[in-house]
């Protein structure tokens, strides 16, 4: 069974960064795709980011966070790992983890098979 553990979720200022961490268990990443979404108050739970190990590790963002946010995995620690920078206050939300068990990247939530807890992220103005 899958598991996933996000963490690194916290109060920052609008421009700052934060990494978020999405621990994992049991999964084979050369076989999956990881992704990383999130849910403000009152809005559904949108893509922001996604890892595969299809085509040498592809990634892909929503255009909202290109340029200021990177997803990169780390093997040795079965970590992938979120690096937010330039921050705004739309980028609060809970931010969730997810595996789906294939390695092509799609951008639907419906689509992945298992979830994280989320982590919160605010950002002041």
């Known amino acids: 069974q899958v598991q996933l553990v996000e963490s690194g979720g916290g109060l920052v200022q609008a421009g700052g960064s934060l990494t978020l961490s999405c621990a994992h268990s049991?999964?084979?990443?050369?076989?999956?795709?990881v992704g990383w979404f999130r849910q403000a108050p009152g809005k559904e739970r949108e893509f922001v980011a996604t890892?595969?190990?299809?085509?040498?590790?592809?990634?892909n963002y929503v255009d909202s966070v290109k340029g200021r946010f990177t997803i990169s995995n780390d093997s040795a620690k079965n970590t992938v790992l979120l690096q937010m920078n330039s921050l705004t206050p739309e980028d609060t939300a809970v931010y969730y983890c997810?595996?789906?068990?294939?390695?092509?990247?799609?951008?639907?939530?419906?689509?992945?098979?298992?979830w994280g807890r989320g982590t919160q992220v605010t950002v002041s103005s």
């Open positions: 997810a595996a789906r068990c294939s390695w092509y990247p799609t951008r639907s939530p419906n689509d992945y098979n298992y």
């Open positions: 049991e999964l084979t990443f050369s076989t999956y795709t």
């Open positions: 890892i595969t190990a299809w085509r040498g590790g592809r990634t």
